[in-house]
Each structure stands twice: as structure tokens, then as C-alpha cells.
């Protein structure tokens, strides 16, 4: 009896595991791929692929929505588009098939620009673009000034004596300053060769720290400046324009990418055959 119950038990056990099995392989034969058909109209197929490339190319403001809302609302724009095209009598027109011909021209070429892009931005490349780049450059000297700027010399020297009479220079430059930094005491912030106009920038960068110029003309009046400080200014690291570089070495890559292609196609454009460039707009020639 005992040996009976045992034998039940386990054809009962090996039933089991092969229902599990055959669900398990029931699931993954269903399992939805992109060939998988959503909808027929007219017989004609809808498929889940034609679902995802239709969401890939939507604005980033409909990516946001619900899942649910986008394939309902995917689903119903393919149905439809699928049910009004099946009306068009006829070929379709010339300006369709030549469009559908550019398109698929731009797409192949963008999947081999991508391919090209997967391979050739690494860490190694994007590091050696840094190196060129940042690698052997020497830290800019920045300049932190104020100034003071009125319209006439006189004025200007009265400042410059008022300044070395021991007033502050702040509260002077809100005081005398025509300057749109009077009001925050002349103070410009941080600039770098190049940034002013040259002869305030000789000026200023000739000063030691804390020392105020003479009257320095410019085609904006004239002005007294105080250097407030100097630095270095640091070096970027990688991480900080990891951005730039990525983009910097896509665009590089990819002109590569073209360069190779069309210099090693057997090109050919007809000279034969004179062609007004104005003619592109005559799309009635597609009609």
C-alpha cells in the first residue's frame, strides 16, 4: 500500500513539473515581440513594431504620458492612418514616393552614424580629446576689480584724490559711479584677458591688489579702477566637460564617417544637364 501511494506520488510530482514546463514554454512562445500583430485593417497588419517606432519619433512632451494613454492613442492614429490610406485609389502620388525614398536614404544613413558613434565614443578616446585640449594649457590668470566711472578727467581726478584721502572706494562708487555696477560699489567680478576693453584691461591688470589707478579713459568715460584680487583659474576636469567632448567627438566621428563613405562611392553628378537651382520649388513637378 505504502509503495502504491509512493508511486502515485511521484507520477502526481512528474505531471506537475511537466504542466509547470509546458506553461513555461506556452509563455515564452507568446512572449510579444516586435512582429507581433496589434490589429489587422482590412487585412492589412498593425504591428507592435510599428507601435514602438511610432512612439520613438513622438515629441518629448507625449513621451510623459501614461503607457497605457500612448499605446491606446498609438494604436488608434496607426488604425486610422492604416484605414484613410486604404482609400487613396490608385498609385500613391510621386511626392509620396519620393518621400518615403529620403527617408529611408536618412535612416540607414543615421543607423550607420550610430554604429560608427557606439564604437568610437570610449572613455580612452574622450580622454584623449581632454588631454589635447586641456592636457598641456597653463592656468589663466583671473582679475577681480571695481571702478568708478564718470564722463569728464576732472571728475575722475577729484575721485582718484577723494580715494587716496582714505573714502572708501564702495561706498564712492555708489555715490559717483554713471556705471550700472555703481550701485553694487563698482564691483565687475571676475574677468579674464580679453573680457574688457583694452585699455581698462592694461590698466587693471597692471595693479597689485588693492591698489587703485589713475584715471583710465576708454570710449566709455573715464575711469578709476581698483584691483581687489587675483587667482588661477582652474582647469576644467574631465568630468566637467565630459558633455562638451562627448558632442565635440560625435561631431568629429560622424564627419569622419561621411568623409570615408562618399570619397570611397563611386560618385557621378551629371553635367550634362543644365538645372535652374529655382526649380526646387516647384513642387507642382511632383504632382
Do not use: C
Not at 506537475?16 to 512582429?35: F, Y
Not at 589635447?132 to 597653463?138: L, Y
Not at 570615408?260 to 504632382?287: M, W
Request: charged share 25%; aromatic share 4%.
Amino acid at each position: 500500500m505504502t509503495n502504491h501511494l509512493r508511486r502515485l506520488a511521484s507520477a502526481a510530482l512528474v505531471a506537475s513539473l511537466a504542466t509547470v514546463s509546458l506553461a513555461q514554454d506556452q509563455t515564452e512562445a507568446d512572449a510579444p515581440d516586435a512582429e507581433t500583430i496589434v490589429a489587422t485593417v482590412n487585412g492589412v497588419e498593425i504591428t507592435l513594431g510599428h507601435m514602438i517606432a511610432a512612439r520613438a519619433t513622438l515629441p518629448e512632451q507625449y513621451q510623459q504620458l501614461d503607457d497605457k494613454v500612448l499605446f491606446d492613442g498609438i494604436l488608434e492614429q496607426l488604425v486610422q492612418q492604416s484605414a484613410l490610406a486604404q482609400t487613396l485609389e490608385g498609385e500613391a502620388p510621386l511626392r509620396i514616393t519620393k518621400a518615403l525614398e529620403n527617408e529611408e536614404r536618412s535612416l540607414m544613413a543615421g543607423e550607420v552614424v550610430e554604429g560608427v558613434l557606439r564604437d568610437a565614443i570610449t572613455e580612452d578616446a574622450l580622454k584623449e580629446l581632454y588631454d589635447r585640449q586641456f592636457g598641456d594649457i597653463d592656468p589663466e590668470e583671473e582679475y577681480n576689480a571695481s571702478h568708478i566711472l564718470v564722463k569728464t578727467e576732472e571728475e575722475a581726478i577729484a575721485v582718484k584724490e577723494t580715494i587716496d584721502g582714505g573714502a572708501d572706494f564702495a561706498a564712492t562708487a555708489r555715490d559717483k559711479s554713471i556705471g550700472p555696477s555703481g550701485p553694487n560699489g563698482g564691483e565687475l567680478g571676475w574677468f579674464s584677458s580679453g573680457m574688457m576693453v583694452p585699455g581698462f584691461e592694461a590698466a587693471a591688470i597692471a595693479l597689485s591688489a588693492g591698489e587703485v589707478s589713475d584715471p583710465v579713459e576708454t570710449q566709455f568715460g573715464w575711469h578709476i579702477i581698483k584691483l581687489n584680487e587675483t587667482r588661477q583659474a582652474e582647469i576644467p576636469s574631465l568630468e566637467d566637460v565630459r558633455a562638451d567632448l562627448t558632442q565635440e567627438l560625435s561631431q568629429i566621428k560622424a564627419q569622419e564617417a561621411i568623409r570615408s563613405a562618399t570619397e570611397s562611392a563611386d560618385v557621378q553628378v551629371r553635367a550634362d544637364v543644365e538645372i535652374d537651382p529655382a526649380i526646387l520649388k516647384q513642387t507642382d513637378l511632383l504632382d
